[in-house]
């Protein structure tokens, strides 16, 4: 199929708009002309009939003048009469009294006799041909001072006389018809001139284009968009921000929720401000956590700009969380194999030097008790944990702590199902990090042989619970209500942030942190999570 040029299209519009007025004037002139030659038609006949009783009336008053004066006088009345083209009297015997053309006066009338009888006014119009041509002509019934008929008279205009005004009138409908197409005409280009500058210089075609691959792109991407305007209407919104909105697809609902959360609660305040917020965080009625950034749209007026409206882009947090997991993932895993490294680096130094002395045995055995440590602890958090990222967190550290000269044991039954509890991976790789690292760090200042640290985690449908013990040089009493305090450390400045962090985070999510610690003999921290007694969070979507 050929495609329209950019141009077309603008001109289809203009053309269309002035064929359409064209017509619509073309059809009132005739219907005002037709209307009007009617009326002319009539107002003639009225013309006439009120003259020929003005007539008869004068002529009452000069029946008794000679030849010459009753023509002289009535080439006068005549004269004063433009309206009538003839005046003709005809007596009772029918002979012409008067006539317009004097050559006629004192003939006989051949022509129709009147039967005024007929008619009750005592005149009557009608068309007929006479000696000046066709023409229209009302008959008029003279009487006598007794009231005895005298003969009659015509008032006449002629054919040419009515064709005459009537091609006047036509012609000056016609003119008035051009005149209003002319000046459509240039208020058609006018009109298309405006369209096109409001278009910013595209042609429609060209909109037409663009806006469909503005559609199929804004509908191809996985963010969600929501355009409203200065009045918090909504304009546009894709398929994506209703699947992320948990929308049926009704309008009602679409509305209500863009309309009266999205655009009140987030865009308008900032088309007020006119500044964009990024990451806002919402999470809607499906637990769909979702990340919002609110951009104002801004409109040039001259030298100033005006906020017309806003839109709202919104990401599933979900989707977010998943790629931050398989990335941490990645991460512990790259770190467990580092620490894993340098650890088997002194097991090796440790064969080669039992080899190098000839202790061949002591060598063997040496390797066979590493290669079932190893496997037992792989297996077990590989076995117990369903989380790949906490479980690469776990191994790592666990080499880690086999760096740093402490033993790490897994409590018995450990076991972590991610359907139990709806936990974020980052949160649980932050809070288990961070208190396997202050354990650590609390054993490298103890002075204790006895080096351990036991880590449980344990979950059930809605519950969490986590347990870090080590032997490290444990908590004074003074100080085990500062342990959470923002910037509280033994350890010296810059640090002490950790513990204050790790509660706050725990807090957010519902759950609790709390500890016993003996000074010298150790600490034990417990977190615990009860997801199936927390009460729905009010305000959420």
């Known amino acids: 199929m050929k495609t329209k040029s950019a141009d077309n299209l603008r001109k289809e519009i203009q053309h269309t708009h002035l064929l359409l007025i064209i017509i619509i004037t073309i059809l009132f002139s005739l219907g005002g002309a037709a209307i009007n030659v009617n009326a002319h038609d009539k107002a003639f006949d009225l013309n006439l009939q009120n003259t020929a009783e003005l007539i008869s009336r004068l002529y009452s008053f000069t029946r008794g003048y000679s030849p010459e004066d009753l023509r002289s006088y009535f080439d006068s009345v005549e004269q004063s009469l433009p309206e009538v083209d ?5 007596d009772k015997e029918h002979i012409r009294l008067y006539h317009t053309n004097h050559a006629l006066i004192g003939t006989l009338y051949d022509g129709k006799v009147p039967d005024l009888t007929q008619h009750k006014n005592g005149f009557y119009t009608e068309s007929d041909i006479g000696p000046s041509g066709p023409q229209r002509r009302t008959y008029y019934a003279l009487f006598d001072e007794n009231g005895n008929y005298d003969g009659f008279l015509m008032a006449i205009v002629l054919k040419t006389t009515i064709h005459s005004v009537t091609i006047k009138t036509i012609m000056l ?5 051009l005149g209003a197409i002319l000046i459509e005409f240039f208020l058609s280009r006018t009109v298309s001139h405006k369209i096109k500058k409001r278009l910013l210089g595209f042609e429609p075609d060209a909109f037409t284009s663009m806006f469909k691959i503005r559609d199929n792109i804004l509908e191809s991407i996985n963010d969600g968009i929501i355009a409203v305007d200065r009045h918090a209407n909504i304009q546009f919104s894709n398929n994506a921000a209703k699947k992320i909105l948990n929308c049926d697809g009704t309008d009602e609902k679409v509305d209500l929720i863009k309309k009266n959360v999205f655009a009140e609660k987030f865009l308008l305040p900032v088309i007020n401000d006119g500044k964009s917020v990024f990451g806002l965080q919402e999470t809607i009625d499906n637990k769909t956590s979702v ?6 749209i801004k409109e040039e007026a001259g030298d100033q700009s005006q906020n017309v409206g806003a839109v709202a882009i919104l990401h599933d947090r979900t989707e977010y ?14 770190d467990s194999m580092r620490a894993n490294n340098h650890d088997f680096t002194n097991k090796l130094h440790v064969i080669l030097g039992l080899i190098q002395i000839g202790q061949y045995e002591k060598a063997v055995q040496y390797i066979e ?3 079932i440590i190893q496997r037992e602890t792989l297996s ?7 989380n790949a990222t906490l479980a690469a967190l776990l191994i790592g550290k666990i080499a880690r702590s086999s760096e740093c000269n402490v033993r790490f044991i897994l409590r018995e039954d450990i076991c972590f199902k991610s359907a139990d509890i709806d936990i974020p991976s980052e949160a649980l ?9 202050n354990a650590l760090d609390s054993m490298n200042t103890s002075s204790s042989d006895l080096r351990e640290l036991e880590f449980g985690v344990f979950t059930q449908p809605g519950e969490l619970l986590i347990t870090v013990d080590d032997t490290g040089c444990g908590i004074s009493e003074e100080n085990k209500d500062k342990v959470f ?3 509280f450390s033994t350890k010296g400045k810059g640090r002490g942030v950790g513990l204050y962090h790790t509660k706050q985070l725990i807090e957010s999510l519902g759950g609790n942190i709390s500890f016993e610690s003996q000074a010298g003999v150790g600490t034990s921290f417990m977190v615990t999570f009860n997801k199936s007694k927390e009460p729905d969070n009010a305000g959420n979507l």
Do not use: Q, R, W
């Open 369 to 371: 008790n590493i290669s």
């Open 380 to 386: 077990v958090v590989m076995h117990s944990v369903d």
């Open 86 to 90: 003839v005046i003709s009297i005809v």
């Open 173 to 177: 409908f016609a003119a008035i018809t």
């Open 485 to 487: 305090d923002n910037g």
């Open 291 to 296: 990340l919002i950034d609110c951009i104002p």
């Open 321 to 334: 969380t998943k790629l931050m997991e398989d990335l941490a993932g990645t991460k512990y895993l790259v």
């Open 429 to 437: 790789v932050t809070i288990v990090g961070n208190l396997i690292d």
